[in-house]
């Protein structure tokens, strides 16, 4: 790579190149005055899925100068041209689209159409493999951008399975025939592939030109390498095979082998079956937990309409969802609950018959709707205790359609039905397909208020539940998006020595998802967990130093934690905590410190240095490798 300005250049270029991507027109279907492209949702996808390279881009830009001043002495030139690999991939794709959306279908078009469809898988291919060779770890990158960058790369995993396998011969092989797919289409008149637009761009000088076209193009040495590359492994390809690659159709290049799910149930951000649609302001579907994702990251537009959310509220889709269910059940690809014809498969591979056990848990799920209140109180205690009991009973009372009744008594104003509703909740979750069933229920709403306002028990079965629900990572969106947090935080500050404990666990779980993290620090959390580590009994300092730990990353955060004078007692707790807390404590520390002079300056003040010395020779593995990577730190600081 070429020092300095020409890799700041290539930065711009590479967002340059992707809005280019972003701005195409997608022909929209029934619009007669625009072609109806053959590929429109292979355009739409390809779009969409770069699109959500802009904000990673952004934010390496300004780091990529220092990058290449580092990696010019100790890196290889393979490691360091990672980003060329990355411009083809994107120049690929922007001419690509231009191809795609130029092409009309004719009787005489198949050949062309499966080249096309080969170009997409390839160029899929060649996203996918370019962004796992980018060197992250040398990056500072926000947790939202990780988050971003790491749904692109699995979408283009998902898509890249969806075509099926390709290696590196047929890579190449496709992009080998780009030009004489581009030479057909100009001859029909259609011609409309783009020009690199580098010489159009002011802020791109010749030189650096040069440098992106041989990178992205190849130069001629390049091109025969190719070439050689493709014609040495097809000596070794049978003749076969190696005819059946390009003569497939373009419907085998696109379909799977497995059954195709209809595109109306599928998330237009995921590309996954929805299992729980919701309708945003603009009147698209998306799947909820993936939607809640992208505006927790500070999107306020519709990502396939890219209006702007006039509101943020999720209506669900009740009759897609209906659709999406009756689907399943017709096409068998419900998730297995391993209950079939009154028989439930044991570990070992055998089948108990549980018909009895059935009939007895369906007659009791009846009675949960009874009109007698006595009857209702009896048959919720019943189904605790036998929710209780095995997995077996878990799964049968699932399937009795027990979880939305009982959802809906979660609001129960009788103090005996509403704890032991919650309570057989917490129980059925702990089968992980039940998760998702009581999810799809709606049951946090219902949960957050017995836990703002239920008796002593109710409010610590409903963190527990809480905490059980949020093991599933979708899930941890959809409750964090709740009021579910601060009703958490609530609980950590005010409740049992027990409900604090579930409050702590269930809020450590749910702050490992970045956007709520800055929900619980709103919420207070960093108030609450200050009085934690500084309480005389010290009953719960582990768990104020776990969430703290995981909290400090997030800079919100950061900012409240230093500002709510923490940094003191963390330092305390490396002179006089148990060996499991200075290791927190040095970890949090280090967090804190990390790219901010102030609070390094802070904490060297404070006396530090001679707790982290002796936490590097004596502490565990964990302490001695942040207590050393503080202390060189506080020692670069003093060299300054």
């Known amino acids: 790579m070429a020092g300095g300005e020409d890799t700041l250049v290539t930065a711009i270029f590479l967002l340059d190149l992707v809005r280019q991507i972003c701005s195409v027109e997608i022909p929209v279907a029934g619009d007669k005055e625009k072609i109806d492209s053959v590929f429109r949702k292979d355009c739409t996808d390809l779009v969409r899925r770069v699109s959500l390279l802009t904000h990673f881009l952004e934010e390496i830009n300004g780091q990529l100068e220092k990058l290449d001043a580092l990696g010019s002495s100790s890196s290889s030139s393979q490691e360091m041209n990672w980003w060329s ?53 040398q990056f500072t990158i926000s947790e939202e951008v990780q988050e971003q960058v790491a749904l692109v790369r699995a979408q283009l995993r998902r898509a890249t399975e969806r075509y099926g396998s390709m290696n590196s011969r047929e890579v190449s092989f496709a992009f ?44 001629n040495d390049s091109k025969d390498r190719n070439a050689d590359l493709v014609a040495s492994e097809s000596k070794t390809v049978d003749c076969a095979e190696k005819d059946s690659f390009p003569n497939k159709s373009s419907e085998d290049l696109k379909k799977p082998e497995t059954l195709k799910i209809p595109n109306d149930f599928l998330c237009p951000i995921s590309l996954e079956l929805m299992r729980d649609p919701v309708i945003v302001a603009t009147g698209q579907t998306y799947e909820r937990s993936c939607i809640q994702r992208w505006i927790d990251t500070g999107n306020s537009t519709c ?81 605790r205790s036998l929710s209780k009991r095995s997995t077996d009973n878990r799964i049968l009372i699932a399937r009795a359609g027990a979880i939305p009744v009982l959802v809906n008594l979660l609001t129960s104003e009788d103090t005996s039905i509403q704890e032991n509703t919650v309570t057989a909740i917490l129980n059925l979750s702990i089968y992980e397909d039940n998760k998702g ?39 941890k969106i959809i409750i964090g998006a709740s009021e579910a947090i601060p009703a958490l935080v609530e609980l950590l500050e ?37 009085k934690m580590l500084t309480d005389s009994r010290n009953c719960m300092v582990d768990e104020a130093l776990t969430i703290l730990s995981v909290l400090a990353s997030n800079q919100e955060a950061k900012v409240a934690i230093v500002k709510a004078s923490t940094i003191p007692v963390l330092i305390d707790l490396l002179r006089t905590g148990i060996p499991r807390n200075k290791e927190n404590a040095a970890a949090i520390l280090l967090s804190l410190c990390k790219r901010d002079p102030e609070n390094l300056a802070c904490v060297s003040r404070l006396g530090a240095v001679v707790p982290l010395t002796e936490l590097a020779k004596d502490g565990t593995e964990r302490a001695n490798r942040k207590a050393t990577s503080l202390l060189g730190h506080i020692r670069r600081l003093q060299q300054h």
């Open 85 to 137: 690999d990355l411009v083809a991939a994107l120049q690929s794709a922007n001419n690509l689209l231009s191809l795609a959306g130029s092409f009309q279908s004719t009787n005489d078009s198949d050949g062309t159409a499966t080249k096309i469809a080969t170009l997409f898988h390839g160029v899929t291919w060649k996203l996918e493999k370019s962004l796992a060779n980018v060197p992250y770890d």
């Open 176 to 219: 080998s025939q780009q030009f004489d797919l581009d030479v057909d289409q100009a001859q029909k008149g259609n011609r409309l592939t783009r020009s690199w637009h580098i010489e159009n761009s002011g802020s791109v000088n010749h030189k650096v030109a040069e440098n992106i076209v041989i990178a992205v193009s190849g130069s």
């Open 494 to 530: 005010n409740g049992s020595t027990r409900g604090k404990k579930d409050a702590a666990t269930a809020l450590f779980n749910l702050c490992i998802y970045q956007g709520n993290k800055g929900r619980a620090v709103r919420a207070g959390i960093i108030t609450a967990l200050l």
């Open 437 to 475: 069933l009581i999810m799809l229920a709606g049951a946090v709403p219902s949960i957050v208020q017995v836990l703002r306002a239920g008796s002593v028990e109710a409010r610590e079965n409903a963190a527990a539940t809480l905490f059980s629900l949020s093991l599933v990572d979708e899930n």
């Open 303 to 383: 990502p396939k309409t890219q209006q702007k959310l006039e509101h943020l509220t999720l209506t669900p889709n009740y009759v897609l969802r209906s659709l999406i269910t009756q689907w399943c059940i017709e096409h068998k690809v419900e998730q297995p609950t391993g209950l079939a014809n009154g028989r439930i498969k044991k570990s070992d591979g055998s089948f108990r018959d549980v018909s009895g056990d059935m009939e007895t848990i369906q007659a009791t799920v009846r009675k949960i709707s009874s009109q007698s209140i006595e009857e209702r109180r009896a048959a919720v205690s019943e189904i």
